[in-house]
Nanobody, 117 residues
Framework: QVHVAESGGGLVRAGGSLRLSCATP????????VDWFRQAPGHEREWLIG????????AVAESVKGRFTISKDSAESTVYLQVDNLKVEDPAVYYC??????????WGQGTQVTVTS
């Protein structure tokens, strides 16, 4: 198993921004792609955005395109999810997941994002 740790969630007003972080303590991401998901109460888990292990290919869900940005630091020890212009539909637990291929992931525990008006 690989331990995945998210951080950076919090309480943000609508229209505000935050940056979530994802790391695998004790190691780099290696050759794993990294994806972000979210799950709001009463809703299914939703895929948001992902980046390949080399950082050369990024895919974004249409629902967050233009507002959510994924990136890696230079040491490839942290992946960031920049969330801009938060909206009322954005509150959820946000999860980082390492893509193992074949539809399987190593999951983090999630970080809560709350949006207020």
């Amino acid at each position: 198993q690989v331990h995945v740790a998210e951080s950076g969630g919090g309480l943000v007003r609508a229209g505000g921004s935050l940056r979530l972080s994802c790391a695998t303590p004790g190691r780099t991401f290696g050759t794993y792609g990294v994806d972000w998901f979210r799950q709001a109460p009463g809703h299914e888990r939703e895929w948001l955005i992902g980046i390949t292990w080399r950082g050369t290919n990024i895919a974004v869900a249409e629902s967050v395109k233009g507002r959510f940005t994924i990136s890696k630091d230079s040491a490839e020890s942290t992946v960031y999810l920049q969330v801009d212009n938060l909206k009322v539909e954005d509150p959820a637990v946000y999860y980082c997941a390492l893509d193992r291929g074949a539809g399987t992931y190593y999951w983090g525990q999630g970080t809560q994002v709350t949006v207020t008006s």
